[in-house]
């Protein structure tokens, strides 16, 4: 059977799951479904010897249960392609997740681990291939050490951010963590998915953030990464590269092993935070901007996250409906009438691009790196600064956090993000999820307005609910980030419409040099598509690595575009 | 930019939203009689639960995803906790089976009896907003 042919197999058991059409004759657990390729006798065996190892509490069969572990933004809600699993198993430790690895590895029985499964609109809870068997983690949620002196702490996959963030702060120590938008997932998950924050540069990357790992491969061993090969370590979370291959990165968005522990650099808690921002006048004025804002970045004269908005919109905190004269400045038959929007600017007593520099570190470093960075920024044509439009000396009190409008700049976890549900509108139908169209594109202006010109265009044309001006975001350092939000219906007509607006867009961006970072499982194959060079040379390496560490191919099968040898269908061209 | 900056000049579709959130608080109200006045024990493992769970959508303060849906939906109190009408059986469908964009819970995350102690601290968490103190220990 090709991979093909397991899909549509699995589709099938899916539809058969959705319609309730149990497995009347099952002689001791009562499924719903199977997994794929895998016999009626195979599939009992291995959930009796699973229920052996975690208990009856620990593995779900029921239809119910199975339902929790769809993805809850999935673009294929209520369709036959939405992903199920067909069973589910919840160890408590890593010597569980080494039984289970070593059972299913010989009888062949799909895997998908979740750390806390909340990797909601990248997949959540759900297996990539219907009728895995979703190993769950989420019960390995101890915070297994935070070392003051050094500034690490050591997790397990089950620990979110809040866990850790109430952990330290209970323990009194001062460090913050630095977390995604949605602060219910955790350390682990995001940084293998490779997850981004909001506080300092060196901290925001979260798996460049980590020191070591220790991993359980299919065959139920298990290796520590870095210092860790090291019996007794005493350096495990201080120096990453170890000895030899550094490998930490094979189990960053791939399906090559099941990550049990890792460890995280903290950031110590600064004195003060300040920013400022700097007024540009004209639509073009982005481009010798752009070029400053680099040369002070790679120096390290501003830390945080740059923020970069349009005044002539509002704030984020109080956007303005533009007009729709401004409209046809900005979406023009030409495009962007950049004369027009700098005459309109000045008309309004505003500029046409804000953006915000944070600065984190002593309260009179901070001054003076503002201080620094107005000087080399005052050359510009038409700049103008707004000094401490936000500045906190550390720590917080309650009441402060409290008013916090994106406490994850401060190393607070929060669902604040969430009230993105509340804004799309795409259609009459009710909003219930989110995916994103995520590219990297250079670090430029040039390339920031090409990229509002070309996918900005391309995404209202596809129908895909848009702002009046597409603006990268700044959260990887050395590169910008395209972000483009498609909400999720309960309509399957609406979702429909939306993933072939995302494939559009996929296609459309790789032909000008620009791929997504992540994604939306129902995506997977279409990403890796178009890292195509040589040949498709890297699915290639990462098929050879599949097959070497994962021979039987047990775990995530199509995670990132990785599948395993008995469910390709091809060799790429 | 963030995904709320980039969406925050959207129009709202809240119609659907409170035609939904209505009909749900309309089945909590035909089952309120399910909601007994002192749980106890129950209650105070159930804020437990909320405050590890559901504060950081329904809580209060700046950002709260939740507070705000019931609120733009024209829900007065929009705290689920100064709420009279939050029967256990909204609590257990709600986190079962999720509503427009909140999404459900699985049991490794709140265990069926956990849920009960929630479904029972929502059901009376007013009676205490109300008295200005939390659940104690009977």
Redesign the interface.
Known sequence: MNRREMIAASTVAAATFSLGLGVADAAEFDLVGLPPGVSRDAFQTALARFRAVVGDA?L?TAK??L???RD??SPYRGEAQDRVCSA?V?PDGVEQVRAIARIANELKIPLYPIST?RD?GYG??APVLSGSVVL?L??MNRVLSVDEDHAYAVVEP?VSY?DLYKHIRDSGLRFWVDCP?P??GGPIGNALDRGVGSTRVDFRNHFESHCGMEVVLANGDLVRTGMGALPKSETWQQYKAGYGPSLDALFCQSNYGIVTKMGFWLMPEPEAYRAGEVLIEGYEDLIPFMRVLNRLENQRIFNGMP???SPL??S?ER?I??SAELMALLQGPQGPDAAGLRAAARRLGTAMWSCRLRFYGPEAVTAAQWQYAKRELASLPGVRFVDDVEHFHFPLSDEQI??????AYFGI??????????????????????I?FTPIIPRTGEAALKANEVLGKAARDLGV?M??LT???FMWERSLII???FPITANADTNRKMREAFLALVKLAAQHGWAEYRTAPAFYDAIMDTYSFNEHAHRRLCETLKDAIDPNGILSAGRYGIWPAHLRTRRPI | ?????????????????GI?VVALVGLSICLAAEASADHGEAEIRGKQVFD?WCV??HG??????GT??MR?NGFNPPYLTERSDIAPALTRQVV?H?I??M???????ISDAQLEDLAAYLATAYQHAANNDTPKHP
């Open positions: 620990w779900f119910a249960d339902d929790l572990y809850a933004y589910a919840a499964g909601l959540g809870s769950d989420k019960r089950g809040m938008a602060g219910w923020g970069l908005t919109f509002g984020p956007p409906r533009p409290n008013k916090l409008m994106d406490p976890p929060s669902l604040d993000q969430f009230d993105v549900g509340l804004e799309f509108a795409a259609s009459k139908d009710p909003v219930i999820g989110h994103f609910p702002p009046p603006i990268p975001a972000i483009i939000g | 930019m963030s995904p709320r900056d980039l969406t925050k000049t959207f129009s709202r579709a809240t119609v659907a939203i939904t590890h950081a959508c209060h303060g700046a950002a709260r995803p705000d849906a733009r079962r999720g427009l964009f999404p459900w819970f699985r049991k490794t995350e």
